[in-house]
């Protein structure tokens, strides 16, 4: 079954192992359960080696669901293992980061951090991996579920509940449309392995000539857009700041978020084509780029400031993607791992350090933290794109792609659109990335908040705490460095989703347009950056319109709104209306069902040679009965008369010779007459004054429809025509042998219903001893608390 | 043919007691005398009805007698307990008894319950 | 099963369905919940006569079981109400 | 406890257990002439009922009758799977051949379904008794 022994699967698993043991683990773990995740984070990391050394692609499949053709199956390709390595790499150093950040009193809530981070980490690799739309999809769910939990992890403070509410609310709504999508594409290709439906040409062109194609892409493509905080959802990743800085690193910079845009990797094979795919692509991603740079230089707040400019740098993928320039996807994610991961970590350090995150109160931290400042130096620097940076070749590679693209080319209108939008918002990310820097670090140190100036400077920060920023800050520069030589090139290539082409990622490049405009927009983001009072008065000015956020807490409040008043108007208690809504379901269900069938009243043909003239006596009495049921005054005549119908309809059992069901009829009538005795002090008093006409009639109508469809009912069932022959139980396979053969009696029905039908009986036996229970726990629970409230009664009265 | 004329004789008796009992039901004033009558169908009515398909039965089917006879046993037994409890539910719950009866001879023995809560519902 | 006792069982019958009718005519009308009580007796005990006759009737025993049943309810639902009307509760 | 009218007591004491004899007589019969489970064990509930209407509730009530119905349905659930488990279709009838007598399977499966109906009766009578006090 194992396809090949490789390490893909102990990868994946290993966080989920970890997550296990810490949450379940007892006291004793307490501190170590921080570094038992990064044992992990790290044993995953170096798992990935062997997969990546060898040039095969390497598999691992298992058979989960074989009916459905659904299998297991972890497939290590280069853009696989490049969001692998980073889920990993960044997870160590987050778990690594959060020994020293997450401080608890309560090493139980301390440890659920850890399994919940742990078994992210676990879902996030299970992402890059997976091969199957379904895995995809379970492990999808996993991390909106986990980072629901991250995000919520004080959930004493209610921003924070609200936060991780919002965010599950969006990304579960994203993962359900997703799913659709994947079943529709699955639908249409026949097998849910993504390798297969992407290497086979005809797959794909089926795909994409089958009408469910839009519907498919665009519930896919509504998935990625939550995840990836893409415009339309791209309120939940400012709210969801309220989280822990660690989480925020991790999840909202690094790589929960890069899920979304990892997605359209993965699918640009299958879509790539498809009409629908570049305009919305193109559109989504140049506004959410341009609103979340803009929006992000108006913020004060360091985290909400990052939250904006990682939607912008998605927004600004997904806009690649749209073009189809996935040559060199994998360079813009790599460096914006790096660098916004890095950036998040700084503005850890400094919240842990200053205990506030507000721009306005911060300043002058760069003695107090020298290391974090180098590392947020050099992150704003790859983010603003200044050389010699692995920022400055993402940047440059984006300018090219935008120019060179054909598709764009056929639109010039859009061009331009797109290109000024391009150079507005690098020009915004420059000036924020300054903005970042010096109003954190340099100018005067100004009184921290609560001033407490002597205990601020005592808590150097410990060393795990900058180690994790300074590598991933060192890892931009390194990169930007290596890509002098050919280093990055080949590293881009070999994880690039779909390389045409050997990508060329150099520090140098050719002079050209693309060089031009990424060195004017950092010119232009300078400019802006001197000039950012005037900019902010001006922001400030323009700022109205709706939030997002506040559109979507008002369409979920008045779902909930509409949901309740359903259920009060629906509901309301009263037993006439539950009986007459019961009541009236059967008439109607046979309206419809005779509509449909085609059966119709016209169809009963019934003699009545065969029925005795007593059938006919016992019913006038039973008519007679019936009436005096109704016309009774009193409950216990009510309840007499009733026994007295069932007595008269066991009495037809007898004509119509039935010994075993007048047996039954006989003794059930009596003990429901008894159980009437018990409850009749209960039951209300019958309505001394008749009800108002009006209610009369309703009655009566509703009462006529019923007994009518009743008898069209069973009179259609009694025409020789229309039920089964009449002789079921008599011919040679018939009922009467089989019991007499195999349940060995003369009985049928008793045979029937104890053995051959055994399975039938053992349900409604069950759903007896269900009733059975229930009427005990309920009274039981109902008395108790009658009790209580006497006691206390009592006791206030006496007190 | 002895059998048959007997199982008819029985059954015919059975009937007429039956039907005497219906009439007495619907004819007598009030409840006590009512109770009278229908002491009469539990017991002789139905025990004759009931020794009809005995006898008709009798000689093939053995088993039919013994049950006839445990029913008609356990008839007498329950027939009369019944009516007993029901004349004395009316009785204590101070039930009218029609004009023209002249004697009340339990007015003594039996405590007539005061309260009315739950008497003639 | 001589064609005169058949019809001397239908005679039966049919006189018993007047007993049952006049039954029923007393719970239907009975000014109080003990006529009721006893005209549901009474209508017991005309069952179980009608149950033998139509034994007869078909010729099988099958329904001879229900005569005894019959009894049984019969006390029971009589007795219960009897105790109900007395005491007002019947455990 | 002694307001039960001495009637109904003297007649309960001879009525009750032959209801009973009744009931396991019908209960055994089931197979071939009308009768089983469920009829049987309505008859003891009703048995039960007229038992405390003569006796009062107060020795019944002890007694945990809902656990006898879950007892029957567990009795029903084994009787189903015991055959399953020896590989046959599931709830499978193997007739026992104990000397004369031949009983199937399906009897304890029966007496499960008595079982049930007993203990939910019961239960239900001395719920609703007690919910009155």
Known sequence: MLESSSLLLPCVALPFLAAVVVGSGSGRIGRASGWIVFAAALASFLSLVPAAATHGIDRFSFPWLPAAGISFALRADGFGLLLAFIVSGIGALVALYSTAYVAEADPAKERRYYAALASFMGAMLGIALADDLIL???????????????????????????????????TALGGLAMSVGFLLVAQVTGTFSISAITSDPALIAKLLASPLCPAALLLVLLGAFTKSAQFPFHFWLPRAMVAPTPVSAYLHAATMVKAGVFLLGRTYPMFGEAPLWAPTLVVVGTTSMLLGAYQAFREIDLKAILARTTASALGMITLLYGLGATTDDSLQILNHALYKGALFLVAGIVEHHAHTRRLDQLGGLRHALPIAFVACALGSLSMAG????????????????????????????????????????????VATAGKLTFGVFSGAERAHAHGRRDEAHADEPRVPLWTAPAILAGGALLLGLASLGELTSDLVTATASAPEHRAHATLLPALGWPLFASLFALVLGVALYTRRDAVSALQKRLAGGPAASAMWEGAMAALARG??????????????????ATVLTLPALCVWAFSETGLSWRQISVTFADTPWYGFLFCTLLAVATIATVRARTRLAAAISTTTIGFLVAMLFVVYRSPDILLTQLLIETVSSIFVLLVLVFL????????????????LGIAAAFGVTITILLLLTMTPGIREPSNIATRPGGLLSLALEQGGGKNAVNVIIVDIRAADTTGEITV???????????????????????????????A | ????????????????????????????????????????????????????????????????????????????????????????????????????TEVDELQDWIPVYPDEEFGHE | MSGWFALVTDFCVFWLFVAAALCLYRIVVGPKAADRAVAFDTLSSVAIGMICLLCIRFSSTLYFDAVWILTLVGFLGSSAVAKYLAKGRVF | MTQHSPIIRVIARYAVPLSIVVAIRIFFQGHDEPGGGFIAGTLLAAAGAMYMLAFGVRRV????????????????????????????????????????????????????????????????????DLERR
């Open chain 4, 61 to 128: 009530s002890r007694f945990p009758w809902w656990r006898v119905a879950v007892v029957g349905l567990l009795v029903s659930v084994t009787t189903g799977t015991v055959p399953f488990l020896l590989g046959k279709p599931f709830m499978d009838n193997v007739i026992l051949h104990l000397g004369t007598v031949h009983l199937p399977t399906a009897t304890f499966f029966d007496l499960g379904v008595m079982m049930i109906v007993l203990g939910t009766l019961m239960t239900i009578f001395l719920e609703l």
């Open chain 1, 768 to 798: 007896l001893v269900v009733v059975g229970l229930a009427v005990y726990g309920l009274l039981r629970t109902r008395r108790r608390a009658r009790q209580q409230r006497k006691g206390r009664g009592t006791r206030s009265e006496a």
């Open chain 1, 386 to 429: 200044f050389p010699p940076l692995l920022g400055f070749v993402a940047k440059d590679n984006f300018y090219a792609a935008l120019l060179h693209s054909e598709w764009l080319a056929g639109t010039p209108l859009l061009r331009t659109v797109v290109l000024l939008a391009s150079l507005a918002s690098s020009a915004l990310l």
């Open chain 1, 563 to 580: 949901g309740e008043a359903y259920s009060v108007r629906w509901q309301n208690g009263s037993l006439r209306w539950y009986l007459a």
């Open chain 2, 1 to 100: 043919m002895l059998l048959e004329l007997l199982a008819a004789l029985a059954m015919l008796a059975g009937t007429f007691f039956m039907v005497v009992t219906g009439i007495g039901l619907v004819r007598f004033p009030d409840v006590y005398t009512r109770i009278h009558a229908a002491g009469k169908a539990g017991t002789v009515g139905v025990g004759l009805l009931i020794v009809a398909p005995m006898v008709y039965f009798g000689p093939t089917e053995p088993f039919v007698a013994l049950r006839g006879f445990l029913a008609i046993v356990f008839q007498l037994l329950t027939t009369p307990g019944a009516t007993y409890l029901l004349a004395h539910a009316c009785y204590v719950t101070s039930y009218p008894a029609h004009a023209r």
């Open chain 1, 136 to 170: 995809l999809f379970v492990f999808w769910e996993i991390t909106s579920i986990t980072s629901f939990l991250l995000i919520g992890y004080r959930y004493e403070d209610d921003d924070a509940k609200a936060g991780a509410l919002m965010a599950l609310q969006v």
């Open chain 1, 684 to 699: 209300p008093a019958f309505p001394a004054r008749d009800m108002k006409p009006g209610t009369q009639l309703v009655n």
